[in-house]
């Protein structure tokens, strides 16, 4: 993964939410949103934070075993909905 943009918890939720994705439940350390890929349903929990997300936190959400987003597709996020 390339260099990751800074990003809050709260942007990060909002872009996934326009993305498809859905709020779940609020969860411990956040807000666990889930998306359908098939027979597959993909889940990760979101820091429901104002600051940036440490990198190693935004790294492992958009990881293999949560979104499988990668950098790559959260630019590709950030460009269709723009980072609010």
Do not use: C
């Amino acid at each position: 993964m390339g260099n990751l943009p800074a990003v809050s918890g709260k942007q990060l939720i909002k872009l996934f939410k326009a993305d498809g994705w859905n709020d779940e439940r609020k969860a411990r350390h956040g807000i666990a949103l889930t998306k359908k890929f098939g027979k597959t349903t993909r889940v990760t929990i979101i820091p429901d934070k104002r600051g940036s997300l440490p990198e190693g936190t935004l790294r492992a959400i958009l990881g293999p075993k949560q979104t499988q987003l990668g950098s790559k597709g959260l630019e590709r996020l950030i460009e269709k909905y723009g980072l609010k």
